[in-house]
Structures are given as structure tokens and as C-alpha cells.
């Protein structure tokens, strides 16, 4: 099965995919969400520009790049993991995109996102209680792992990554590492 793809032949797509996503990852980050009004037109955009390229088979690569690109965050969703926008982002980037290219940005969203999310942990570590409640936890552990384990209390927090910038920077990473992308390293 071939997996290549070069998006600079498909200057119109690459070009609506960035527009999408740019707008998105601003929207994102400044707001929290990704509005119906940013997907809902990039999806239509989509689907007519696969006709107009490819008829019916253009058709039929831009549904299964959607199904591809947002089956995944349609289960995260489903699951509380991510929000709506993020999950018709990802099916309108599959629909411009098309199969492949949509399965490499997904890939290589994802890794960003994650990348974002280490970071963004990171960043809100309090490394004082980290290092006491570490060293009570040692201290503890000769006792049993049970009584060690009480001193780790999950703190609950809602921290969330903001996919619209990781949709971005994974398709940018797509379109600018061509020979570097998810996918062109497992070929």
C-alpha cells in the first residue's frame, strides 16, 4: 500500500489547510474553543474542493481522510478527552487533505499535542510537594507499597491542551519536514 503524498502538488488544499488551522489555533488559544464557524465552512470547503479535483473519487479520499482524521478524536470526545471543535478541526483538516495526508497530520498533531501537554505539566508542578511527597513515598516503601501509596493524592485539576495550536504546528510540520513526517519515518 503506497502511503506517499506530497502536498505542494496540491497547492489548494495545502493552502485551505492552513487557513483552517491558523484560524483555529488562534481562536483556540485565545478563546478555549474552536467555533462551528471555522470547521463548518473549512469542511464544505473541503469536500468541494476534492470534487472539483478529483471528482468522484476525490469524494470519496476526502470522506475517508474525515473518518481517518476525526474517528479518533470522535472516541476522545466520546470519552471526555477532548471537546467538539477539536474533533470537526481534525474531520475538516481529513476532508481537505485527503487519506494519507490526513492520517500523517493527525499522527503528527498528536505528537505535538503531547509534547504541548509534557510541557504544560511541567510547567505547573509544584516541585516542592513533588520532591517531599517523592521522599515521604521512599521513606514509606519499606513498610509496604500500600501505606507509600497513601501519600500520593492525585490532586484533580482540569487541565486542558489546546489542539487547535497542536493542529497547526502538526500540519506545518507536514507541509515544512516533508521527508521527517509521522509517516515517513515508518516507510
Known amino acids: 500500500m503506497d502511503t506517499t503524498y506530497d502536498l505542494t502538488l496540491m497547492p489548494a488544499a495545502a493552502a485551505l489547510a492552513v487557513a483552517c488551522t491558523m484560524t483555529a489555533a488562534v ?33 470519496g479520499l476526502a470522506f475517508a481522510g474525515l473518518l481517518a482524521a476525526g474517528m479518533i478524536f470522535f472516541v476522545a470526545f466520546a470519552a471526555g478527552s477532548c471537546g467538539g471543535g477539536d474533533v470537526k478541526l481534525m ?21 505535538v499535542g503531547g509534547v504541548i501537554a509534557v510541557f504544560s505539566m511541567a510547567r505547573r508542578v509544584q516541585w516542592g510537594v513533588l520532591l517531599r511527597t ?33 493542529a497547526a504546528l502538526g500540519l506545518l510540520w507536514c507541509l515544512f519536514m516533508p521527508g521527517f513526517t509521522p509517516l515517513s519515518l515508518v516507510r
Open 134 to 166: 517523592v521522599g515521604l513515598f521512599a521513606l514509606l516503601l519499606p513498610a509496604g507499597f500500600r501505606d507509600a501509596a497513601s501519600v500520593l493524592k492525585p490532586r484533580e485539576t482540569h487541565h486542558t491542551v489546546r489542539f487547535g495550536v497542536a
Open 91 to 111: 474531520a475538516a483538516l481529513g476532508a481537505i487533505l485527503g487519506l494519507w495526508p490526513a492520517i500523517d497530520v493527525t499522527l503528527a498533531s498528536l505528537m
Open 27 to 59: 481562536l483556540d488559544h485565545r478563546h478555549g474553543h474552536i467555533p462551528n464557524a471555522v470547521t463548518y465552512p473549512c469542511l464544505l470547503a473541503g469536500f468541494m474542493l476534492a470534487a472539483v479535483s478529483g471528482g468522484l473519487a476525490g469524494i
